[in-house]
């Protein structure tokens, strides 16, 4: 089991340009997410899936898009590369059960814009 | 929408004392509780978790209290030792049967000292 994977681990982007981060999990889980770690601000959720098909936007979406395909694949699409997402991403995915929710992060991608 | 603080921002303590991180959530719905540990350059842990139907949980030296009626709940950990030191993050999450929501308070860097 590889868990959450994600790609790549850093990225020097330039203003205006696009890319996708590249989210994967091997758990079956039903439940996948973004989010954004900057400084003093903890973690911020972008948008989040609960399967295949089928996602809504969290508390920062702008300037990011998402699909979900499949139930292991997650990416996230930067439009339009701006310096205020320069940050930390990392990517979740998770399962409910009685009474509870597990969630196990990926190991993150650090992207730099200039 | 649910929100989460959580206090204090850092927090230092010798080896051996507690330490203990507190953190208020707004929305009643919030029905469980996880705990992560995020150490330096890596991927934020499960560390330990509680549902809303359960006052308090222990696993090892660590330890989570949950006053519903407050909304407040706190990690409590005790005999510190140096590989404690990290960020720490309380989250709430609402599970409505067809969602499940984290949210994040903005963290806890603690620091234990020899």
């Known amino acids: 089991n590889a868990g959450v994977t994600q790609t790549p681990k850093f990225q020097v982007l330039k203003t205006g340009q696009s890319m996708t981060l590249q989210c994967a999990q091997d758990m079956n889980h039903e439940y996948m997410s973004w989010y954004r770690q900057d400084p003093g601000m903890g973690l911020r959720l972008i948008h989040y899936?609960?399967?295949?098909?089928?996602?809504d936007q969290g508390e920062v979406p702008n300037g990011y898009n998402v699909s979900r395909s499949t139930t292991e694949d997650f990416p996230l699409r930067l439009l339009s590369a701006a310096p205020s997402q320069t940050s930390v991403y990392f990517c979740?995915?998770?399962?409910?059960?009685?009474?509870?929710?597990?969630?196990?992060f990926g190991p993150g991608t650090r992207l730099t814009v200039t | 929408g649910e929100n989460v603080e959580q206090h204090p921002s850092t927090l230092s303590v010798q080896e051996g004392d507690s330490a203990v991180i507190k953190c208020t959530y707004s929305d009643s719905a919030s029905n469980y509780f996880p705990w992560y540990k995020q150490e330096l350059g890596k991927r934020p842990q499960l560390i330990i978790d509680i549902r809303s139907n359960v006052g308090e949980k222990k696993d090892q030296r660590i330890a989570v209290t949950l006053n519903k009626t407050a909304k407040h709940f706190s990690l409590h950990i005790t005999e510190t030792q140096p590989e404690d030191s990290a960020v720490y993050f309380c989250a709430g999450v609402i599970n409505t049967g067809t969602a499940s929501k984290l949210t994040f308070g903005t963290g806890t860097r603690l620091q234990v000292t020899l």
């Open positions: 899936s609960v399967g295949a098909g089928i996602t």
């Open positions: 979740a995915s998770g399962r409910t059960f009685l009474g509870g929710y597990e969630q196990y």
